[in-house]
């Protein structure tokens, strides 16, 4: 019972990454319907950059609002400088063009950085707090359900109460409407890059530290899992990322905790299947189910 | 001829190599409904793209209270005054009534105003006020078409380019669209260019008639004289 509590907490602290990670995929999927491979290899360059912030300055926290504003300008130079000028009749395009940048951006990290591993330390104990003598989280873990507990919010409030939000839904779902109507079509498509790459970085932020180190393949794994949450949740609905993540690092915690953690990628790799093979279209992915 | 709202003249637009519209030429004075007939592919939806900006034209002029609309982006359109309710209602059929409303009104930057132009829109079509939270997806054909035409309104236009109205509509729907725009007319000097497939509805409200056969404008007369002439019926209208 010990080891359920502790590895269902392990798993919604897993799995909030990957639902920031797979909202990241989810925000530019509904603005532009590209799936955005090179999310991880942007978010791995934004921790970079805190990484030397934090060197210069001793201050994570001066190294955490650089990793978020160098996610916000490295999604609006995507947009604007590359994916703007791809042609999008065929969806493979995209994601070639998107790979490409993820060779592009792991070569850069790697001559200006090297390609070891680098510590990265986190800002709160990874100590487990112990209840009636069962380890149940750590202020890492609390500080993790807090940062994606507010950009959940955040992105709520945004898309169903402001005119900015209203604004940019009503331009991925209809463009040329939309332009009649007076919405900056292509300037809500940077917006909802900005924003996504934003939200990657922080998750890139978040799972760094409890990963191996930084390098610039370490999102690669955490990307896959995100996928995978973003797939099995319906690429189009933010609430289905967030369900999907959790339940993607759940089972990740119990695949890894009462099996093997060698087997646990496969694990996931089985629930993406059998998601696929059962409702195509992802969990969430009904659209007469959102009810903008 | 300087009074004119909206002034075309020698108009050519398409898609590609292969113009859509050859030289067109029209004027809609202020208040005016002229109606834009013609077989389909004529280039009637082509015409009412190109004056919004969807389609780019490859010469030609279009003036509309004076102002040359030639580089004017499409998102600029409605605030010079011009609404576009394009073909298929253009409806986003994902978002409520309330939110479709509200993005018409989106531009303004006087909130208040934004505000009272929604109200009006409310009154003006009491269905919508009733299904405000209902998806777009949830309405009727008929919904629909005055949930588009309700939001180039809140926009509060000069010049209506409405494209086929009365698509898909039961003749008792359609003819409470024609006799509202017949309405706003009257009451805010709205000008409206109508493209129509049902011609006897369009002639019954327009003032003037535009007949375009191959993307070229053969016949301009009154509405009354068209609806009258029984050669030019059966030569471009088949009624």
């Known amino acids: ?292 | 001829m300087s009074s004119a709202l909206l002034e075309v003249e020698g108009l050519t637009a398409g898609y590609g190599a292969a113009p859509v519209l050859h030289d067109v030429n029209l004027t809609v004075q202020p208040g005016e409904i002229v109606a834009v007939l013609g077989a389909n592919g004529a280039g009637k939806t082509t015409l009412l793209r190109t004056l919004s900006g969807l389609v780019r034209s490859t010469g030609g002029k279009v003036v509309f209270d004076g102002v040359d609309l030639r580089g004017t982006r499409v998102e600029q359109m409605v605030r010079r005054g011009i609404g576009h309710v394009p073909e298929g209602r253009g409806v986003v059929t994902e978002l409520t009534v309330d939110e479709n409303l509200r993005l018409g009104g989106l531009w303004r930057k006087d909130r208040a105003e934004a505000k009272k132009a929604l109200d009006e829109v409310y009154e003006l079509f009491p269905p919508l006020a009733q299904r405000r939270t209902f998806a777009g997806h949830q309405l009727s054909g008929g919904e629909r078409q005055m949930l588009a035409l309700g939001r180039a309104l809140v926009g509060r236009p000069r010049l209506l380019l409405l494209d086929e109205p009365s698509l898909g509509l039961a003749p008792k729907v359609t003819g409470q669209i024609m006799a509202l725009l017949r309405d706003l007319r009257e009451r805010t000097g709205l000008a409206v260019l109508l493209v129509e497939q049902n011609v006897r509805s369009a002639l019954s409200i327009a003032d003037e008639g535009v007949v375009l056969a191959l993307g070229r404008v053969v016949v301009r007369n009154k509405a009354a004289t068209l609806r009258d002439d029984a050669d030019l019926r059966h030569a471009y209208l088949g009624f």
């Open chain 1, 1 to 292: 019972m010990n080891e359920f509590i502790y590895l269902t907490f392990d798993g919604l602290s897993r799995g909030a990454v990957y639902a920031a990670f797979a909202l990241a995929l989810v925000l530019i999927w509904r603005a532009a319907r590209i799936v955005n491979f090179a999310q991880g290899a942007m978010a791995v360059a934004a921790v970079y950059v805190a990484y030397s912030v934090t060197n210069a300055t001793g201050s994570y926290w001066l190294g955490f609002v650089a990793a978020i504003v160098t996610g916000l300008v490295l999604g609006v130079t995507v947009e604007r400088v590359v994916m703007r000028f791809v042609d999008h009749s065929s969806p493979l395009n995209g994601v070639v063009v998107a790979l490409g940048l993820v060779l592009v951006i792991q070569g850069v990290l790697g001559i200006f950085y090297g390609n070891e591993f680098l510590p990265v330390a986190a800002p709160f104990s990874r100590d487990a707090f112990e209840l009636g003598g069962v380890a149940v989280l750590s202020r890492y873990d609390l500080f993790v359900f807090v940062a994606v507990g507010a950009v959940v919010a955040a992105l709520t409030l945004l898309f169903t109460r402001t005119p900015v939000g209203l604004r940019m839904r009503a331009a991925a779902f209809a463009p040329d409407v939309s332009r009649l109507l007076g919405v900056s079509v292509g300037g809500m498509l940077t917006l909802g890059w900005a924003l996504a790459a934003a939200v990657g970085s922080l998750a890139g932020m978040l799972v760094v530290p409890t990963e191996l180190g930084l390098h610039p393949t370490a999102m690669d794994v955490v990307f896959i899992s995100a996928f995978t949450a973003a797939v099995v949740g319906g690429l189009d609905s933010p609430i289905g990322a967030v369900v999907g993540g959790l339940i993607v690092g759940l089972l990740l915690s119990y695949v890894s905790g009462y099996v093997e953690p060698t087997v646990a990628p496969m694990a996931v790799l089985l629930l993406l299947v059998v998601v696929l093979l059962g409702k195509p279209g992802g969990l969430f992915s009904s659209s007469k189910a959102r009810v903008a």
